[in-house]
T-cell receptor
């Protein structure tokens, strides 16, 4: 399996709801990433996990809570979101984080399109 | 801080004509530069990276440290090249953050 999969494809939630986004890869990658992409904008990094440990948090509000329960799975728990959080949420993975002066190709999932009402 | 600039939001080129998508960057260390592409209804994928010095689908890009540029070029455009192209930068070892430019939508006119 050489793909990153994300579920659900689409999600509509109210501001008081709690929901989760799921990302999975079976390529043996040990680095996983969450990005947020607003319409007609580039992806913006949110979180990076390395060997199931949080490595980077780009000052993301606490209403977004990432979790990496094992090396193949990455979740993003959502609670009390705002309408401005509506966006495409992309997951990516790479063999591992940068080492020996070089970084590794990131493989992207198709994204979850989130609408907060 | 690291920054990537793609000055053209939209670029239209006739089939068979040369293509150049511009990318400039700002970074104080030794960056690694990438071009990512997103075809219609497909996921974002890596097109090429400067350290591999490969030609992928006829595209090449050379890192010019003096001009801090990493322009993407192809001598003869094909219709299937129509897509959204993002230039991206990764910093030195220990700085894994991938910073994307704002993207250029390339349209090849038949």
């Amino acid at each position: 399996d050489t793909e990153v999969t994300q579920t659900p494809k689409h999600l509509v939630m109210g501001m008081t709801n709690k929901k989760s986004l799921k990302c999975e890869q079976h390529m043996g990658h040990r680095a996983m990433y969450w990005y947020k992409q607003k319409a007609k904008k580039p992806p913006e990094l949110m979180f990076v996990y390395s060997y199931e440990k949080l490595s980077i948090n780009e000052s993301v509000p606490s209403r977004f809570s990432p979790e990496c329960p094992n090396s193949s799975l990455l979740n993003l728990h959502l609670h009390a979101l705002q309408p401005e959080d509506s966006a495409l949420y992309l997951c990516a993975s790479s063999l591992r984080l940068a080492a020996s002066g070089r970084s590794y190709e990131q493989y992207f999932g198709p994204g979850t399109r989130l609408t907060v009402t | 801080a690291q920054r990537v600039t793609q000055p053209e939001k939209l670029l239209s080129v006739f089939k068979g004509a040369p293509v150049e998508l511009k990318c400039n960057y700002s970074y104080s260390g030794s960056p690694e530069l990438f071009w990512y592409v997103q075809y219609s209804r497909q996921r974002l994928q890596l097109l090429l990276r400067h350290i591999s010095r490969e030609s992928i689908k006829g595209f090449t890009a050379d890192l010019n440290k003096g001009e801090t540029s990493f322009h993407l070029k192809k001598p003869f455009a094909q219709e299937e090249d129509s897509a959204m192209y993002y230039c991206a930068l990764s910093g030195d070892f220990g700085n894994e953050k991938l910073t994307f430019g704002t993207g250029t939508r390339l349209t090849i006119i038949p």
